[in-house]
């Protein structure tokens, strides 16, 4: 079967690009908001935006495909 990871990996794609960019560098690189509005070169408010968007449809997400 799909491990976890494979499953995290599916539910980021289906993000857009810059909600999977932004949720890529603050959960799973752990970066800080200014470190990731730099990187990105966006705005702290795109990433606070961008972030709390893509939370909230990974959290949809997750209630219609659940691990395992």
Known sequence: ????????RRLLSTL???ERD???C??????DV???AAALDISLVAVRVAHHRAL????TRMEHDPVG
């Open 34 to 36: 200014a470190t990731t």
């Open 22 to 24: 932004v949720v890529t």
């Open 16 to 18: 857009p690009e810059r």
């Open 26 to 31: 603050r959960e799973v690189l752990d970066m």
């Open 56 to 59: 909230k449809r990974l959290r």
């Open 1 to 8: 079967g799909a491990s976890a990871g494979d499953w995290a």
